[in-house]
């Protein structure tokens, strides 16, 4: 058997702590994957694993060993990638993390349509609001919502991210009229927990900037439960047009304060400036620029 594919069996199995579980992401039986450890074993001489009915455990080789096999199996994934540039074929695994959002209502239908134009390429999607670390995390790709930090990374700005202010016919009836920012002081503003989002809502009108600050009984970290509590009449709502959008159009949410705009916030691709522009990461900066950049619709 390939000694490549019993390291990086070992591996795999290292990393996600069990046989079984290796075997469910390999597409093995656990049988099989056992097997191949135990070959790569006899091969070496010596145990990798300590084994238990209940738990397996690294031997002070095994953990050395693993360290290297990595190494090793990065290094034939460089070398696979050199092919790639070579042949200019966009193909192999690309790693990309964007805010939950903006992931699942506008990057994923997209994403879709690339896997279609370049099917030798394997994407991995991580969705998070939480700041990740493209280096260390090891993505090729990070998407991130609001003005950036001195960071050293490349940036690919794409369209800015529109928010609109809205709320349930339900909820206004039985509130105070809304006719200016200052209004929502008297009202319940449902909070991202994310970003200035939680504390102060911003406008731009015939006066100039307006920060008004929110209170909120409810503060969420992800869209989508604001948007079914907004839907609920529990209070106001400022969230992104992809995420609105459909509430919008069939009334359950009515628009407001259409004289004032919510300022867009800057939409970014990030990547490493001493990254190899491969096949694949060329690919996906130039489609997602065509897909959703300055002039591209969302």
């Known amino acids: 058997m390939d000694r490549l594919t019993q390291m990086a069996t070992f591996v795999k199995a290292v990393e996600l702590g069990s046989f079984s579980a290796a075997a469910d992401d390999l597409n093995l039986s656990p049988q099989l994957v056992g097997k191949q450890v135990k070959m790569l074993e006899q091969h070496l001489g010596v145990s990798l694993l300590h084994r238990t009915t209940r738990r397996q455990s690294l031997t002070d080789f095994g953990r050395a060993f693993y360290q290297r096999a990595k190494m090793i199996l990065a290094d034939?994934?460089?070398?696979?990638?050199?092919a790639a540039v070579t042949r200019g074929t966009p193909s192999g695994r690309l790693r990309?993390?964007?805010p939950v959002t903006y992931g699942v209502r506008t990057l994923a239908p997209r994403l879709l349509e690339y896997m279609v134009r370049y099917p030798q390429v394997a994407v991995d999607?991580?969705?998070s609001n939480d700041l990740v670390d493209l280096v260390e995390d090891g993505y090729d790709v990070v998407l991130r919502i609001g003005e950036l930090a001195s960071s050293g990374l490349k940036a690919v700005p794409l369209a800015p991210y529109?928010?609109?202010l809205c709320a349930a016919p339900a909820y206004l009836v039985r509130r105070p009229p809304i006719t200016s920012p200052w209004d929502l002081r008297q009202h319940e503003c449902l909070a991202f927990a994310f970003s200035n989002g939680r504390t102060d809502w911003t406008f731009e009108g015939p006066e100039g900037r307006i920060d008004v600050p929110i209170t909120s009984k409810l503060t969420i970290n992800q869209g989508d439960p604001l948007l079914a509590a907004a839907v609920?009449?529990?209070g106001v709502v400022l969230q992104p047009q992809e995420l609105v959008g459909d509430a919008?159009?069939?009334g359950t949410l009515v628009a407001l304060l259409p004289q004032y705009r919510v300022p867009?916030?800057?939409m970014n691709m990030l990547y490493a400036p001493d990254r190899r522009m491969t096949p694949k990461?060329?690919?996906f900066l130039d489609f997602m620029r065509e897909a959703l950049g300055a002039r591209g619709t969302p």
């Open 162 to 164: 529109q928010c609109v």
């Open 281 to 283: 990461l060329r690919s």
């Open 76 to 82: 034939m994934q460089a070398a696979e990638s050199l």
């Open 96 to 98: 990309v993390n964007a």
């Open 232 to 234: 609920a009449g529990l």
């Open 125 to 127: 999607l991580t969705l």
């Open 248 to 250: 919008l159009r069939d």
């Open 264 to 266: 867009a916030s800057p």
